[in-house]
């Protein structure tokens, strides 16, 4: 099994439309999550931190289920400036040192006008 | 004004030759990586170094080499270059692993293409 799993796509989604990805990790004593964006032929960029509560910014929505092991990423009222790979991320160890983020392959969004 | 710059943006090169790619991060980090992306935009730690000593090295051919000169920077030299080693290679830079916001600051890519 992966340590991070997501399904690779393609979501081609309406504007304006709710859109939804889940992400699986394997590593049950991973501490910290996240979701990164990566524009075509572009890096990286964090979109936003996984908190345990679930967390929101703006149209955005995250959500951790420690106990199925997945994270997940609602998007409501989708923009054209939405498309893009969503990439899951995890650190497996969460501790002081040896730190290491594990990407998930993404999943890639087309927003359709 | 670039947080975590890479050069050169493409390199094409044969097998067989030697290349250096080099990053720098005017952002204060303490923390550098080398992540891979290959065809399949998988992306992949290769190295992470913390204030220039290397603290992981995720099991990479030896043929590849980092150095880090001083906390800013932090160069990836490859060694007798294979068709294989054709992806995208990112430079990245964080605070202490240790912190609790561990938001990473990637460069822009080095496209290497090896003939």
């Known amino acids: 099994r992966k340590e991070v799993e997501q399904d690779p796509g393609p979501f081609n989604v309406p504007e304006g439309a709710t859109v939804a990805f889940n992400c699986t990790y394997s590593n049950s004593a991973s501490q910290s999550f996240f979701w990164y964006r990566q524009d075509c032929r572009k890096e990286p960029k964090l979109l936003m931190s996984v908190y345990s509560s679930g967390n929101e910014d703006g149209r955005f929505t995250a959500q951790l289920n420690r106990a199925s092991q997945y994270i997940s990423l609602l998007i409501r009222d989708s923009k054209l400036s939405d498309s893009a790979t969503y990439l899951c991320?995890?650190?497996?160890?969460?501790?002081?040192?040896?730190?290491?983020?594990?990407f998930g392959t993404g999943t890639r969004l087309t927003i359709i006008p | 004004d670039t947080a975590v710059s890479q050069t050169p943006k493409y390199l094409v090169t044969q097998m067989g030759n030697d290349k250096s790619i080099k990053c720098e991060q005017n952002l204060g980090h303490d923390t550098m990586y080398w992540y891979k992306q290959d065809s399949k935009k998988f992306l992949k730690i290769m190295f992470s170094?913390?204030?220039?000593?290397?603290?992981i090295n995720e099991t990479v051919p030896n043929r590849f080499s980092p150095k880090s000169p001083d906390k800013a920077h932090l160069n990836l030299h490859i060694n007798s270059l294979e068709l294989g080693d054709s992806a995208v290679y990112f430079c990245?830079?964080?605070?202490?692993?240790?912190?609790?916001?561990?938001?990473?600051?990637f460069g822009p890519g080095t496209r290497l293409t090896v003939t």
């Open positions: 991320v995890v650190n497996p160890r969460g501790s002081f040192g040896n730190e290491k983020l594990t």
């Open positions: 170094y913390n204030n220039k000593e290397l603290i």
């Open positions: 990245a830079s964080s605070q202490d692993p240790g912190a609790a916001s561990y938001e990473q600051y």
